[in-house]
Nanobody, 115 residues
Framework: QVQLVESGGGLVQPGGSLRLSCAASGSISSSDAMGWYRQAPGKQRELVAGFTNVGITKYADSVKGRFTFSRDFAKNTMYLQMNNVKPEDTAVYYC?????????WGQGIQVTVSS
């Protein structure tokens, strides 16, 4: 089992930056697929950024060049660096680990982009 806890969300102005963190209770490894998803009110959950278990990095077109996904295996933590944020980035953000066909989710954290 993997338990995930997100932190770092909050209110940020357009054009600002925010870094989300996701701490895992157990070890995460390069054999796990993992990523960040978001869900805005009235919309479906969507992939923001992620690594597949064969090391391929994927980003949603809407965040390419602005967001960066990284992992620190020594700290069992993944990050989402969000730069030049826009109002349309407002959503609840979830971290995810896919291990042996089982999905593990964090509880979600709110990010609001507003002036």
């Amino acid at each position: 089992q993997v338990q995930l806890v997100e932190s770092g969300g909050g209110l940020v102005q357009p054009g600002g930056s925010l870094r989300l963190s996701c701490a895992a209770s157990g070890s995460i490894s390069s054999s796990d697929a993992m990523g960040w998803y978001r869900q805005a009110p009235g919309k479906q959950r969507e992939l923001v950024a992620g690594f597949t278990n064969v090391g391929i990095t994927k980003y949603a077109d809407s965040v390419k060049g602005r967001f960066t996904f990284s992992r620190d295996f020594a700290k069992n933590t993944m990050y989402l660096q969000m730069n030049n944020v826009k109002p349309e980035d407002t959503a609840v953000y979830y971290c995810n680990v896919l291990r042996r066909l089982v999905n593990y989710w964090g509880q979600g954290i709110q990010v609001t982009v507003s002036s």
